[in-house]
């Protein structure tokens, strides 16, 4: 019975499912700042732990977020018996371009996070998609902004200036 609306539920999901992915070059959310990499990351970094994101991973070229996911569909469709809720998971990829730093974000589900058995679900289009590019946007107008305070990553905050 449960795989049967566990189908029924992927249908539905798969009929509704109209967005299309970004135009952007590498199809994913992505903008390009000018300012330096550990200027972005920050920000990043403030912007995520606000929206109750963990870091799991930081490289010199990259940095991964995680948290349980509370979207019921992916919670039915991709939870397991090892872990009944997957992870939402977003990998930021930073590309420096002399003064300028392209900056990627791919978003993914992950089941049975942090175990041998991870399995990857890409997540290309819809509306979370659209809001990772909207952040993107919001964090390179405050990383473009001088003397921006990293503390206006805050959900929903618009840039703004230090004043001395």
Do not use: W
Not at 6 to 35: D, F, M, N
Not at 40 to 61: C, F, P, Q, R, V
Not at 79 to 99: D, H, M, Q
Request: glycine residues 6%.
């Amino acid at each position: 019975m449960k795989n049967i609306f566990a189908l029924c539920a992927a249908l539905l999901l798969a009929c509704c499912q109209t967005a299309e992915p970004p135009s952007t070059a590498s199809g994913k959310p992505e903008v390009t700042i000018r300012a330096s990499v550990s200027k972005i990351k920050a920000l990043l970094i403030t912007h995520a732990m606000n929206n109750g994101l963990s870091i799991t991973k930081d490289t010199e070229y990259l940095l991964q977020f995680d948290k349980p996911t509370t979207n019921v569909g992916a919670t039915l469709l991709l939870g397991s018996r090892y872990a009944g809720t997957p992870n939402e998971r977003y990998v930021i990829t930073f590309a420096p371009l002399g003064e300028e730093t392209r900056v990627i974000a791919s978003a993914m589900f992950v089941t049975n996070p942090g175990s041998g058995f991870e399995q990857l679900t890409p997540v290309n289009a819809g509306p979370g998609i659209d809001q990772t590019q909207r952040d993107l946007q919001q964090i390179k107008a405050m990383a473009e902004t001088p003397d921006t305070s990293v503390a206006a990553a805050k959900p929903g905050a618009k840039p703004r200036a230090v004043t001395r």
